[in-house]
């Protein structure tokens, strides 16, 4: 009598678990089995009639259990960002208030200033444009609290492992340091990101789009509001989409493509599908941030390109 062996589910590190199949089960049944080849490629002794001993399988990899559980709940977390987790950490109290204050202020600043200039306002020149301009208006003390305490706070404590990227709370860009790319309304940083994204268009062509490119604080934070809105002040799992306040990439020089046939579906699963990000894996040159699975605690973005180190 032979058992044969198929897997009844892949757990975040890839290990399986194993299910024996009974004799006369069916074959088509057994995922990795089915499918040309499965079956008749399996030597004797490669159909095991025990499963493997996972804290031994462990072992060999130098792991405890403790590891494999600490794995198994990030991988849990990066499976769905968007949803409640064990220990995720929630705004304190004292700024909850200003919140939707804070993001209606720089929503009106946004439109102050245009989607695309907005980009590059550092937060100096939005604090004197806010008291003299009605439409925008000066940020009450609790707004600032709040998006000071976002932007000094250790991201780390909320589950963010990615490095801090700008230091300066104020500064905003100057057109010394960032090009303004007309047709998508983005600024570029002249050094890098600007020769990069059209070395990019020109291997990959018109459907290559630009959907964001430099952004200082002031626009990460309108973003990042928005985030905490949508999670009911849940910090930690709106990191998990995009990075807080500071520890932006697109803070320093990275930026978002997309498909011209996507749309609004540009920042989805839909576009790792695409024909524009298929013929991106073909670059060499071009390395994405946030790879599937990455140590930063962000979920896979394939638009996200990296620039610089
Ligand atoms: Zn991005």
Request: aromatic letters at 12%; a neutral charge; glycine letters at 12%.
């Amino acid at each position: 009598m032979k058992w044969l062996i198929g897997a009844s589910g892949t757990s975040a590190l890839g290990i399986t678990a194993y299910r024996l199949l009974g004799p006369g089960a069916d074959i088509s049944s057994a995922p990795g089995l089915s499918g040309a080849g499965g079956l008749s490629e399996l030597a004797p002794e490669q159909i095991l009639s025990e499963a493997p001993n996972q804290l031994e399988f462990l072992d060999e990899f130098g792991w405890t259990e403790a590891d494999l559980e600490a794995v198994r709940l990030d991988s849990k977390k990066m499976q769905s960002p968007d949803r409640y987790a064990e220990g995720d950490v929630f705004l304190p109290s004292e700024f909850r208030q200003a919140l939707p204050s804070a993001l209606a202020r720089l929503n009106r600043a946004q439109g102050y200033y245009g989607h695309g200039f907005f980009n590059i306002v550092g937060f100096k020149q939005l604090f004197e444009t806010a008291g003299k301009t009605t439409e925008i208006g000066r940020f009450s003390i609790d707004e600032l609290g709040l998006l000071q305490w976002l932007f000094f706070e250790d991201a780390k404590n909320f589950g963010f492992k990615g490095p801090k990227v700008s230091m300066d709370f104020l500064a905003g860009f100057t057109s010394g340091q960032v090009h303004y790319e007309r047709q998508f309304g983005q600024f570029l940083f002249r050094e890098k990101a600007k020769p990069l994204w059209e070395r990019m268009r020109k291997d990959i062509g018109r459907d290559l789009i630009l959907t964001s490119g430099a952004r200082a604080l002031p626009k990460q934070c309108g973003l990042f509001l928005a985030k905490l809105m949508d999670s009911q002040g849940n910090v930690s799992l709106a990191s998990r989409s995009l990075a807080p306040p500071g520890y932006s990439f697109h803070g320093s020089g990275d930026f978002d493509v997309g498909s011209r046939h996507l749309g609004d579906e540009n920042f989805t699963h839909l576009f790792a599908r695409s024909d524009v990000f298929r013929r991106m894996q073909g670059l060499a040159y071009i390395e994405l941030r946030y790879p599937a699975g990455n140590r930063f605690g962000v979920r896979f973005e394939p638009w996200h390109v990296k620039v610089g180190s």
